[in-house]
């Protein structure tokens, strides 16, 4: 069975713009849930599909947003890119929700200039 | 919310010795808690995960351990290989999905 998929694997964008990052969860997972990862604030939630909508949210800005498929692919979208969103964007899949292994796809890796 | 300190941040072990890592929470809510392997330029890779209502998950080398009253769990690597050298996780979940991770061991098996 294939793993959770991301893309695209590298950016580069400048400030103010606006990025869109895609996951493609392992086949019959119905719950995406995304991560920023910094070497300062480490692995941080940022939210949580689950059919089609949005079930938890972490403590970001609304610049940062998302949204699940009806095939239970996720994108997410940050607008007006700042410096300090350069960061490792994270999606991870689960079958369902509340103590279900969560699997992480390779990541997005984003660069602010 | 929840709140996972990890120690030790970095760690390094002789070949073939034993490896733990240290995790408390805070939310006595959380009752799912997984482990992760982060290799460089990876994703966290799930290795073991333990839920409330065990005290104790091994499979082959790793174990973890339980201690909800004391809100604690660890992971123990035995016979640890250079294979094993990675930036390990914990993780609590208190709320469907949205997990806390801890700020990451180092672990280097030094050959």
């Known amino acids: 069975k294939a793993g959770v998929t991301q893309t695209p694997r590298y950016l580069i964008k400048t400030r103010g713009q606006q990025v869109t990052l895609s996951c493609s969860p392992i086949?019959?997972?119905?719950?995406v849930s995304w991560y920023q990862q910094t070497p300062g604030q480490g692995l941080q939630f940022l939210f949580e599909?689950?059919?089609?909508?949005?079930?938890n949210k972490g403590n970001f800005p609304g610049r940062f947003s998302g949204r699940q498929f009806s095939n239970s692919r996720s994108e997410m979208n940050v607008s007006t890119l700042e410096l300090g969103d350069s960061a490792l964007y994270l999606c991870?899949?689960?079958?369902?929700?509340?103590?279900?292994?969560?699997?992480f796809g390779p990541g997005t890796r984003l660069t602010v200039t | 919310g929840e709140n996972v300190e990890q120690h030790p941040s970095t760690l390094s072990v002789q070949e073939g010795d034993s490896a733990v890592i240290k995790c408390t929470y805070s939310?006595?809510?959380?009752?799912?808690f997984p482990w992760y392997k982060q290799e460089l330029g990876k994703g966290p890779q799930l290795i073991i995960d333990?839920?409330?209502?065990?005290g104790e998950k091994k499979d082959q080398r790793i174990a973890v351990t339980l201690n909800k009253t004391a809100k604690h769990f660890s992971l123990h690597i035995t016979e640890t290989q250079p294979e094993d050298s990675a930036v390990y996780f914990c993780?609590?979940?208190?709320?469907?999905?949205?997990?806390?991770f801890g700020t990451g061991t180092s672990l280097t098996v030094i050959p």
């Open positions: 333990i839920r409330s209502n065990v």
């Open positions: 993780a609590a979940e208190p709320t469907g999905n949205q997990f806390y």
């Open positions: 991870a899949s689960s079958l369902y929700r509340t103590s279900y292994e969560q699997y």
């Open positions: 599909y689950f059919s089609e909508t949005q079930r």
């Open positions: 086949s019959g997972h119905r719950s």
């Open positions: 939310d006595s809510a959380s009752n799912y």
